[in-house]
Protein backbone atom coordinates (compact mmCIF):
# COMPACT_ATOMS: atom_id res chain seq x y z
CA UNK A 1 0.00 0.00 0.00
CA UNK A 2 1.55 3.14 -1.22
CA UNK A 3 -0.80 6.06 0.52
CA UNK A 4 -3.61 7.63 -0.09
CA UNK A 5 -4.99 7.47 -3.37
CA UNK A 6 -7.57 10.44 -4.49
CA UNK A 7 -9.65 10.07 -7.79
CA UNK A 8 -10.00 11.84 -10.66
CA UNK A 9 -7.24 14.10 -10.18
CA UNK A 10 -8.77 16.86 -11.31
CA UNK A 11 -12.45 17.13 -12.22
CA UNK A 12 -14.10 20.34 -14.46
CA UNK A 13 -17.94 20.25 -14.24
CA UNK A 14 -20.76 22.96 -15.55
CA UNK A 15 -22.19 24.92 -12.41
CA UNK A 16 -25.36 22.25 -11.23
CA UNK A 17 -24.24 19.29 -12.18
CA UNK A 18 -23.46 16.79 -9.75
CA UNK A 19 -19.81 15.30 -9.02
CA UNK A 20 -18.72 12.42 -6.97
CA UNK A 21 -14.94 12.08 -5.88
CA UNK A 22 -13.48 9.20 -3.98
CA UNK A 23 -10.75 8.19 -1.61
CA UNK A 24 -8.79 5.29 -1.27
CA UNK A 25 -7.27 5.54 2.66
CA UNK A 26 -4.20 3.49 3.75
CA UNK A 27 -5.00 -0.08 4.39
CA UNK A 28 -5.13 -0.24 8.14
CA UNK A 29 -6.04 3.06 8.90
CA UNK A 30 -9.28 3.30 10.42
CA UNK A 31 -10.08 6.92 10.38
CA UNK A 32 -10.60 8.86 7.23
CA UNK A 33 -10.82 12.67 6.76
CA UNK A 34 -12.31 15.02 3.87
CA UNK A 35 -10.80 18.40 3.83
CA UNK A 36 -11.06 21.27 1.37
CA UNK A 37 -8.55 23.60 0.41
CA UNK A 38 -8.29 27.09 -1.58
CA UNK A 39 -5.55 29.27 -3.27
CA UNK A 40 -3.57 30.62 -0.11
CA UNK A 41 -5.48 28.74 2.45
CA UNK A 42 -4.71 26.54 4.47
CA UNK A 43 -7.09 23.06 4.18
CA UNK A 44 -10.40 23.42 5.72
CA UNK A 45 -11.83 20.74 7.92
CA UNK A 46 -14.81 18.80 6.13
CA UNK A 47 -15.74 15.43 7.65
CA UNK A 48 -14.44 12.43 9.42
CA UNK A 49 -14.94 8.86 9.66
CA UNK A 50 -13.82 6.30 11.94
CA UNK A 51 -14.61 3.05 10.12
CA UNK A 52 -17.98 3.47 8.72
CA UNK A 53 -19.46 6.26 10.94
CA UNK A 54 -19.33 9.87 9.99
CA UNK A 55 -18.34 11.39 12.94
CA UNK A 56 -17.82 14.64 12.91
CA UNK A 57 -18.88 17.37 9.85
CA UNK A 58 -17.82 20.96 9.33
CA UNK A 59 -20.96 23.90 9.14
CA UNK A 60 -18.60 23.98 5.77
CA UNK A 61 -20.48 20.52 4.83
CA UNK A 62 -23.98 22.07 3.68
CA UNK A 63 -26.85 20.26 2.56
CA UNK A 64 -25.06 19.78 -1.23
CA UNK A 65 -22.60 17.66 0.47
CA UNK A 66 -22.67 14.41 1.56
CA UNK A 67 -19.92 11.99 2.67
CA UNK A 68 -20.07 8.29 2.59
CA UNK A 69 -17.60 5.30 4.07
CA UNK A 70 -20.09 2.30 3.70
CA UNK A 71 -17.67 -0.86 4.40
CA UNK A 72 -14.69 1.77 6.67
CA UNK A 73 -12.74 1.30 3.52
CA UNK A 74 -12.86 3.54 0.89
CA UNK A 75 -15.13 6.82 0.95
CA UNK A 76 -16.79 8.75 -1.56
CA UNK A 77 -17.53 12.54 -1.55
CA UNK A 78 -20.56 13.53 -3.46
CA UNK A 79 -21.23 17.56 -4.28
CA UNK A 80 -24.66 18.12 -5.71
CA UNK A 81 -25.65 21.52 -7.87
CA UNK A 82 -22.29 22.30 -7.66
CA UNK A 83 -21.69 26.19 -7.51
CA UNK A 84 -18.50 28.12 -8.67
CA UNK A 85 -17.54 28.56 -5.09
CA UNK A 86 -17.14 25.08 -4.64
CA UNK A 87 -14.22 25.43 -7.12
CA UNK A 88 -11.35 23.77 -4.61
CA UNK A 89 -8.59 21.74 -3.93
CA UNK A 90 -10.58 18.09 -2.20
CA UNK A 91 -8.18 16.19 0.34
CA UNK A 92 -8.66 12.97 1.56
CA UNK A 93 -6.38 11.97 4.78
CA UNK A 94 -6.32 8.87 6.55
CA UNK A 95 -4.96 7.57 10.30
CA UNK A 96 -4.62 4.76 12.26
CA UNK A 97 -3.94 3.88 15.92
CA UNK A 98 -1.03 4.86 18.32
CA UNK A 99 0.75 7.07 18.30
CA UNK A 100 0.65 7.98 14.36
CA UNK A 101 -3.22 8.70 15.17
CA UNK A 102 -2.80 12.04 14.94
CA UNK A 103 -0.66 12.78 12.00
CA UNK A 104 -2.25 12.27 9.04
CA UNK A 105 -1.19 10.61 6.03
CA UNK A 106 -2.90 13.00 2.94
CA UNK A 107 -3.49 12.19 -0.77
CA UNK A 108 -3.03 14.50 -3.61
CA UNK A 109 -6.29 15.60 -3.85
CA UNK A 110 -9.08 16.48 -6.43
CA UNK A 111 -9.25 19.74 -7.71
CA UNK A 112 -12.51 20.54 -8.81
CA UNK A 113 -13.42 23.74 -11.34
CA UNK A 114 -16.88 24.63 -11.67
CA UNK A 115 -17.59 26.36 -15.03
CA UNK B 1 -13.47 30.34 17.64
CA UNK B 2 -9.90 28.40 17.32
CA UNK B 3 -7.78 29.54 15.24
CA UNK B 4 -3.93 29.65 13.88
CA UNK B 5 -2.39 32.15 12.36
CA UNK B 6 1.34 32.34 10.03
CA UNK B 7 2.33 35.80 10.66
CA UNK B 8 4.78 35.28 7.07
CA UNK B 9 2.74 34.45 3.89
CA UNK B 10 6.06 34.49 1.64
CA UNK B 11 9.69 34.00 3.00
CA UNK B 12 12.77 34.33 0.56
CA UNK B 13 16.39 32.93 2.12
CA UNK B 14 19.62 32.57 0.40
CA UNK B 15 21.17 28.65 0.91
CA UNK B 16 22.81 28.24 4.34
CA UNK B 17 20.49 31.17 5.52
CA UNK B 18 18.50 30.49 8.98
CA UNK B 19 14.56 29.66 8.87
CA UNK B 20 12.39 30.62 11.46
CA UNK B 21 8.31 30.51 10.45
CA UNK B 22 5.39 32.07 13.25
CA UNK B 23 2.73 29.86 13.96
CA UNK B 24 0.47 31.28 16.98
CA UNK B 25 -2.79 29.31 17.98
CA UNK B 26 -5.86 30.50 19.63
CA UNK B 27 -7.39 27.74 22.42
CA UNK B 28 -6.68 27.37 25.99
CA UNK B 29 -6.86 23.72 26.52
CA UNK B 30 -4.76 21.02 25.67
CA UNK B 31 -3.33 20.78 21.89
CA UNK B 32 -1.38 18.88 19.69
CA UNK B 33 0.87 20.59 17.42
CA UNK B 34 2.09 19.70 14.14
CA UNK B 35 4.02 21.32 10.81
CA UNK B 36 3.10 19.63 7.43
CA UNK B 37 5.06 20.85 4.19
CA UNK B 38 3.70 21.13 0.90
CA UNK B 39 6.63 20.73 -1.56
CA UNK B 40 5.67 21.74 -5.48
CA UNK B 41 3.46 18.98 -7.08
CA UNK B 42 3.65 16.73 -4.05
CA UNK B 43 1.08 15.84 -1.07
CA UNK B 44 0.79 17.55 2.46
CA UNK B 45 3.63 15.61 4.49
CA UNK B 46 3.57 15.30 8.37
CA UNK B 47 7.42 17.27 9.26
CA UNK B 48 7.17 17.08 12.99
CA UNK B 49 4.44 16.95 15.94
CA UNK B 50 4.15 17.40 19.29
CA UNK B 51 2.20 15.71 21.89
CA UNK B 52 3.70 16.30 25.18
CA UNK B 53 7.03 16.51 27.40
CA UNK B 54 9.85 18.22 25.96
CA UNK B 55 8.99 21.14 23.91
CA UNK B 56 11.46 21.50 21.75
CA UNK B 57 10.48 18.63 18.94
CA UNK B 58 12.79 17.62 16.07
CA UNK B 59 11.54 16.48 12.62
CA UNK B 60 13.08 15.33 9.57
CA UNK B 61 15.19 17.11 7.31
CA UNK B 62 16.89 19.13 10.02
CA UNK B 63 13.83 20.79 10.63
CA UNK B 64 12.56 21.18 14.28
CA UNK B 65 10.04 23.22 16.74
CA UNK B 66 9.25 24.52 20.45
CA UNK B 67 6.29 24.64 21.90
CA UNK B 68 6.31 27.66 24.15
CA UNK B 69 2.65 27.69 25.99
CA UNK B 70 2.76 30.86 27.38
CA UNK B 71 3.24 32.20 23.99
CA UNK B 72 0.41 29.89 22.55
CA UNK B 73 2.94 29.36 19.75
CA UNK B 74 4.93 26.27 17.87
CA UNK B 75 7.64 28.36 15.63
CA UNK B 76 9.60 25.95 12.95
CA UNK B 77 13.19 26.63 12.97
CA UNK B 78 15.89 25.07 10.20
CA UNK B 79 19.83 26.22 10.85
CA UNK B 80 20.71 26.58 7.23
CA UNK B 81 18.06 25.75 4.79
CA UNK B 82 18.95 24.24 1.61
CA UNK B 83 16.95 25.04 -1.90
CA UNK B 84 15.34 21.68 -1.81
CA UNK B 85 13.21 22.99 1.29
CA UNK B 86 11.50 25.12 -0.95
CA UNK B 87 7.78 24.27 -0.41
CA UNK B 88 4.79 25.82 1.30
CA UNK B 89 4.46 24.85 5.69
CA UNK B 90 1.55 24.51 7.10
CA UNK B 91 1.22 24.41 10.99
CA UNK B 92 -1.59 23.10 12.29
CA UNK B 93 -3.97 22.35 15.84
CA UNK B 94 -5.38 19.53 17.15
CA UNK B 95 -7.40 21.16 19.87
CA UNK B 96 -8.58 18.72 22.99
CA UNK B 97 -7.10 15.69 21.40
CA UNK B 98 -9.81 16.01 18.70
CA UNK B 99 -9.06 13.82 15.41
CA UNK B 100 -10.05 17.61 13.52
CA UNK B 101 -6.69 19.25 12.71
CA UNK B 102 -7.52 23.22 12.05
CA UNK B 103 -5.12 24.50 9.75
CA UNK B 104 -2.94 27.84 9.33
CA UNK B 105 -2.90 29.67 6.06
CA UNK B 106 0.45 28.29 5.36
CA UNK B 107 3.63 29.98 4.43
CA UNK B 108 5.52 29.70 1.15
CA UNK B 109 9.05 29.76 1.36
CA UNK B 110 11.44 30.12 -1.69
CA UNK B 111 14.96 29.55 -1.20
CA UNK B 112 18.04 30.54 -3.82
CA UNK B 113 20.89 29.06 -4.82
Known amino acids: DTGVSQDPRHKITKRGQNVTFRCDPI?????LYWYRQTLGQGPEFLTY????????KSRLLSDRFSAERPKGSFSTLEIQRTEQGDSAMYLC?????????????FGSGTRLTVV | AQSVSQHNHHVILSEAASLELGCNYSYGGTVNLFWYVQYPGQHLQLLLKYFSGDPLVKGIKGFEAEFIKSKFSFNLRKPSVQWSDTAEYFC???????????FGSGTRLLVRP
Open chain 2, 92 to 102: AVNPDSSYKLI
Open chain 1, 49 to 56: FQNEAQLE
Open chain 1, 27 to 31: SEHNR
Open chain 1, 93 to 105: ASSGLGDSDYGYT
